[in-house]
């Protein structure tokens, strides 16, 4: 038996409780892992409170991350003893994930915690940090440099939005991050953002093609915040698109496209390659500053994930949530 978050689906209710779990709800794995520490993103509030479909096996494990130590391993990459990381592959909504002290899963789907990083600040960074780490690189390899202009961040204050920030601001960026949250401004500076608008600007419908504004962007949000920042990126500009919080459409034109060669990326995190996901934690572990790290990270215990989920999917919930499995 083992403690964790288990959520579980009849015809009379879709529920989520802190319970201590046999083994045998363990998925097939050729590695087990001992969780020390987890984290809650976007999909994960998703998930805990079955707002969204998210999980599509049940009784399941929520939890889209985890840290910790090899337990018992019939992996010859894995031997006991060695520290770990997972981010996505599908875990915590086909898969039991990292809301629990045990994860049984593939040794293919790990990868070795950075020695950058404790298995606390890489929680910290999780999908979230890991994804703005993947959508930084896709504006890098297209080619804008900090001299070329701004970079729009939307979603700032959630988690790919905060750790975007830090990221950009220490390579030389100037970082423009728009919120809803206006009293979260001076925090955003702190983070390096040079300035920051109101989400209004770029919530409701816009014209298919507007005044050029900045150089890249990276957005969480989707819907007509993505469409409007097309809209307005400069000339043979990037937009990396990885969040869907403001919805899944896409209310936009070509013009963008074809009349300023702006270019929209898509970035994945769930199923990127091993060799992805080893350059963008190597490259966190060069470019992501602590101190910032910690500004923008909240800890809780096992026992307040599921109220925070919901906190988180608010709107309530500032940078990256820390779970303590243990407690």
């Not at 500076?189 to 040079?194: M, S």
């Not at 890249?216 to 307005?232: P, Q």
């Not at 992805?276 to 060069?286: D, I, M, N, P």
Request: hydrophobic share 45%.
């Amino acid at each position: 038996m083992f403690k964790g978050i288990l959520i579980t689906k009849d015809d009379a209710a879709y529920q989520a409780q802190v319970q201590q779990i046999d083994d045998t709800v363990l998925p097939a794995g050729d590695v087990t892992v001992h969780v020390e520490w987890s984290t809650l993103n976007y999909k994960d509030g998703l998930a805990i409170t079955g707002k969204a479909p998210v999980v599509r096996r049940f009784p399941m494990v929520p939890g889209i991350d985890f840290a910790g130590t090899v337990t018992t391993s019939s992996n010859p990459a894995w031997p006991v003893g060695e520290r770990v990381i997972l981010n996505g592959w599908g875990v915590g909504e086909t898969h039991c994930g990292g809301l629990a002290e045990l994860a049984r899963v593939k040794g293919e789907w790990l990868v070795a915690l950075p020695s950058s990083f404790t298995a606390r600040q890489a929680m910290a960074i999780g999908t979230a940090g890991y994804t703005a780490m993947l959508c930084v690189l896709a504006l890098e390899r297209h080619g804008i440099q900090p001299q070329d202009g701004e970079i729009l961040v939307t979603g700032a204050n959630g988690g790919v939005g905060s750790v975007a920030i830090a990221l950009l601001a220490k390579l030389g960026y100037r970082v423009l991050a728009s919120t809803g949250r206006s009293a979260e401004a001076e925090h955003l500076k702190a983070l390096g953002a040079a300035a920051v608008i109101d989400r209004q600007e770029l919530a409701t419908p816009g014209k298919p093609i507007g005044k050029e504004r900045w150089a890249g962007v990276i957005d969480t949000v989707g819907s007509h915040t993505l469409a409007n920042a097309c809209a307005t990126t400069r000339y043979r500009g990037a937009v990396a698109a990885c969040g869907l919080a403001g919805g899944m459409d896409f209310p936009a034109t070509v013009a963008p496209f074809i009349l300023r060669g702006v270019t929209l990326y898509g970035i994945d995190s769930v199923m990127a390659p091993l060799a992805v996901r080893k350059e963008a934690w190597a490259r966190l572990g060069k470019d992501l500053e602590i101190a910032r790290l910690d500004a923008m990270t909240r800890e809780i215990g096992l026992s307040e994930a599921i109220a925070v989920a919901s906190e988180l999917l608010d709107g309530k919930v500032r940078g990256r949530v820390v779970v303590d499995v243990s407690r």
